[in-house]
């Protein structure tokens, strides 16, 4: 079935350092990927995405390129700040609507 | 501007009784959904719906009951509220791929 594997956190950087949170997926076809954002006591906020092989999503400095070969959606960022500090979930959407998310990956950057 | 409202955002109750969760969008979407999120379980689906008179079984459905009278609102019941039911409770909106999320409800059951 499809599902999604993304790593454990919590990821814990200082701030300007690079960030990596590895995102690998399983589907059938041809997913959407997503990255979504959970700051301290809010919903998620849709934070990048990507409908197709090679597309690369951005947003707020964070990137995603979504590669088919290696069903990865890795989510990066060249130098991360202290409000940089939430839970990131990858999801994957197939047909009807219905998002399938990761376990979240909690990081915390300190001054 | 338009939004998703979930209530209460906090909420306290005994095992055995009865609750419902309001989520509220004037987004005008027709598509709507329940999560739960747990800590090393990330969000699971609950119900769903594609529009005013269908619901739909997620795949954590057990215990838990959805309407849609309307396009606006997707009220979420805990027929026999159990502590394994204690959890925070997202509602989300959607058109196309993207979902909107409501702010969350916090329930625990004593």
């Known amino acids: 079935g499809n599902s999604v594997t993304q790593m454990e956190g919590p990821v814990t950087l200082s701030e300007e350092a690079f960030l990596t949170i590895n995102c690998t997926y399983t589907?059938?076809?041809?997913?959407?990927l997503f990255w979504y954002v959970q700051y301290p006591g809010e919903g998620l906020q849709l934070l990048l995405k990507a409908t197709k092989a090679d597309d690369k999503g951005s947003n707020k400095g964070f990137e995603a390129t979504y590669r088919k070969e290696t069903t990865s959606f890795h989510l990066e960022k060249g130098s991360v700040q202290v409000s940089d500090s939430a839970v990131y979930f990858c999801a994957l959407w197939y047909n009807t609507d219905k998002l399938i998310f990761g376990t979240g990956t909690r990081l915390q950057v300190f001054p | 501007d338009a939004e998703i409202t979930q209530s209460p955002r906090h909420k306290i109750t005994e095992t055995g009784r009865q609750v419902t969760l309001a989520c509220h969008q004037t987004?005008?979407?027709?598509?709507m959904f329940w999560y739960r999120q747990d800590l090393g379980h990330g969000l699971r689906l609950i119900h769903y719906s594609y529009g005013v008179q269908d619901t739909n079984k997620g795949e954590v459905s057990d215990g838990y009951s959805v309407s849609r009278s309307n396009t606006e609102d997707l009220p979420l019941t805990l027929e026999s509220a159990a502590s394994s039911q204690t959890s925070v409770y997202f509602c989300?909106?959607?058109?196309?791929?993207?979902?909107?999320f409501g702010p969350g409800t916090r329930l625990t059951v004593l």
């Open positions: 589907a059938t076809g041809y997913p959407s």
């Open positions: 989300a909106s959607s058109e196309a791929n993207e979902q909107f």
């Open positions: 987004w005008n979407h027709n598509n």
